[in-house]
């Protein structure tokens, strides 16, 4: 097996790792899961949105049937959801696998890479329960290739998000899909350049506007390091995307400054 310098090597292996699928599922399932850990730190390694070779994924349609909820967990982000449109028992069988899975930083990890995807599509909404959202809150580390972050920041992402009415977990959303390796896309970054100043705008905000401001310091700072740097860990990071970033994450922060010094001068007038 490839070590964790060869990304490329796993990545050209990723059909014969991920047909040892079944295979490592039902060791799993008999106590023992090496052969399931290697197969999934593989898929790590080659640092690669959805490392299932895509007609295994129709192993995704038996495998809650025959796999712990553990495995359920930890695999899931490797599969293409995206291709998995109109099967919410799916989406069902993976939210009761979270729900008795205890939560170390990878499965946070997983849970959130998943339900970041999963939400992007309405029709999947109705099976996702609101145990299931508050994992945004624990803002695990994410990789530079992240399926969650890639597809979770439609429009419908922010409006489901927001639809909770929950500022902690509404931040931690913002907090995890605010990154130096994708841009927004367009309907999502406008949706929320319009939802900051509405959902962060009232009193007693002021410590969601840190964090926030905190994140995007952050993410600007990595942008600031350059493209070649980017690209030391991430290859995919192109001049159209970099420059998008910037100017995307430039006017968030432009809008929560904005939004703090009018919250702050509110408190200024009340205290006088």
């Not at 939210?95 to 499965?107: D, I, L, Q, R």
């Not at 705008?201 to 942008?223: E, F, K, N, P, T």
């Not at 970099?242 to 968030?252: A, E, H």
Request: hydrophobic share 40%.
């Amino acid at each position: 097996m490839a070590d964790a310098g060869e990304p490329r090597k796993l990545l050209d292996k990723h059909k014969a790792i991920t047909t040892l699928l079944p295979y490592a599922v039902w060791q799993e399932r008999n106590g023992r899961h090496e052969v399931l850990d290697v197969c999934l730190r593989a898929a790590g390694v080659a640092n690669v949105p959805a490392f299932v070779w895509y007609r295994s994924s129709r192993f995704a349609n038996i495998f809650p049937s025959k796999a712990t909820p553990r495995a359920i967990v930890l695999a899931s982000p490797h599969f293409r959801w995206i291709s998995l449109a109109e099967r919410g028992d799916l989406v069902q069988q993976w939210v009761a696998a979270v729900s008795v899975t205890p939560y170390p930083e990878e499965v946070a990890q997983s849970v959130v890479d998943v339900l970041l995807e999963v939400s992007s599509r309405p029709e999947f909404w109705p099976y996702i329960t609101s145990d299931v959202w508050p994992w945004l809150k624990r803002q695990p580390s994410l990789p530079p290739a992240c399926a969650g972050r890639r597809f979770g920041t439609y429009s419908n992402n922010v409006k489901v998000v927001r639809g909770l009415k929950d500022p902690e977990v509404f931040k931690s959303y913002l907090v995890l899909v605010w990154s130096e390796w994708d841009p927004l896309w367009d309907s999502g970054f406008d949706e929320m350049c319009v939802s900051i100043p509405q959902d962060f705008g009232g009193s007693g905000m002021g410590h969601h506007h840190a964090d926030l401001i905190q994140r995007l310091d952050y993410v600007l700072g990595q942008l600031g390091r350059g493209i070649d740097y980017l690209r030391q860990h991430r290859t995919g990071v192109n001049e159209y995307s970099f420059g998008k970033m910037k100017d995307q994450y430039g006017k968030l922060r432009g809008i929560l400054l904005e939004v703090n010094i009018k919250a702050i001068a509110r408190t200024s007038c009340l205290t006088q």
